[in-house]
């Protein structure tokens, strides 16, 4: 039986769609975890201190509890200290990455043909992400190794959250609520306007 476009069909109500797409949609996932082995990979290789941080620190957190709770991500991204980035870049470079700057982000293509989507992106220790950001970045601390990465301490990642607090920082947040590694607690160890914001997300944590 055929199946009908839901754009000339008002009667339909779904679609269908094959293993093709699926295996598309898994392979994007795999993607984003070969492309962060293989940054982390040559950064180690190089000696490079580094933190995972964003949505595949996140993801790893909450697999420490409850890893169907991850959430998948398209970013890949890392923080470095400033004064290693040409020892970063080079290393990045060797694996097969493409130095680019956007709006004064160093990120860093799959190659010569990558997409501004599937790049790796720096930021820096102890510096503003954002002049407009409330906070600067932690100072690189790592305290706990997922698989062969190094990730940033929860504490110090739920800072950078509260501080971009975009909507997807915001859903990353509530997923650290949603398994229990974050609640009311922890207003205690945050600034005041993060305190806020941290409420106002235990407040209505489905959003």
């Given at each position: 039986?055929?199946?009908?476009?839901?754009?000339?069909?008002?009667?339909?109500t779904?679609?269908g769609?094959?293993?093709e797409?699926?295996?598309?949609?898994?392979?994007?996932?795999?993607?984003?975890?070969?492309?962060?082995?293989?940054?982390?990979?040559?950064?180690d290789?190089?000696?490079?201190?580094?933190?995972?941080?964003?949505?595949?620190?996140?993801?790893a957190?909450?697999?420490?509890?409850?890893?169907?709770?991850?959430?998948?991500?398209v970013?890949?991204?890392?923080?470095?200290?400033?004064?290693d980035?040409?020892?970063?870049?080079a290393?990045?470079?060797?694996?097969?990455?493409?130095?680019?700057?956007l709006m004064?982000?160093?990120?860093?293509?799959?190659?010569?043909?990558?997409?501004?989507?599937?790049?790796?992106?720096?930021?820096?220790?102890?510096?503003?992400?954002k002049?407009?950001?409330?906070?600067s970045?932690p100072?690189?601390?790592?305290?706990?190794?997922?698989?062969?990465?190094?990730?940033?301490?929860?504490?110090?990642?739920?800072?950078m959250?509260?501080?971009?607090?975009?909507?997807?920082?915001?859903?990353h947040?509530?997923?650290?609520?949603?398994?229990?590694l974050?609640?009311?607690s922890?207003?205690?160890?945050?600034?005041?306007?993060?305190?806020?914001?941290?409420?106002?997300?235990?407040?209505?944590?489905?959003?």
């Open positions: 039986m055929e199946t009908q476009n839901p754009s000339t069909d008002a009667s339909a779904v679609v769609f094959g293993d797409l699926l295996d598309r949609m898994v392979r994007a996932v795999e993607l984003v975890r070969e492309r962060l082995k293989r940054s982390t990979a040559a950064l290789a190089a000696g490079v201190p580094y933190a995972v941080i964003g949505g595949n620190a996140v993801a957190w909450v697999s420490t509890v409850d890893p169907g709770a991850a959430r998948n991500t970013d890949v991204d890392l923080m470095i200290n400033r004064s980035f040409e020892a970063a870049k290393a990045l470079e060797t694996a097969g990455f493409v130095h680019y700057e004064d982000v160093p990120m860093f293509l799959d190659g010569p043909d990558g997409s501004l989507r599937d790049a790796v992106h720096l930021l820096f220790a102890e510096e503003k992400v002049e407009s950001y409330y906070a970045a100072r690189l601390s790592v305290n706990k190794s997922v698989e062969s990465y190094a990730l940033l301490q929860l504490e110090q990642l739920l800072t959250k509260l501080t971009s607090f975009r909507r997807k920082d915001q859903v947040v509530q997923d650290l609520i949603g398994v229990g974050v609640d009311d922890w207003k205690e160890r945050l600034q005041p306007e993060l305190a806020d914001r941290l409420q106002e997300l235990l407040d209505d944590p489905e959003g």
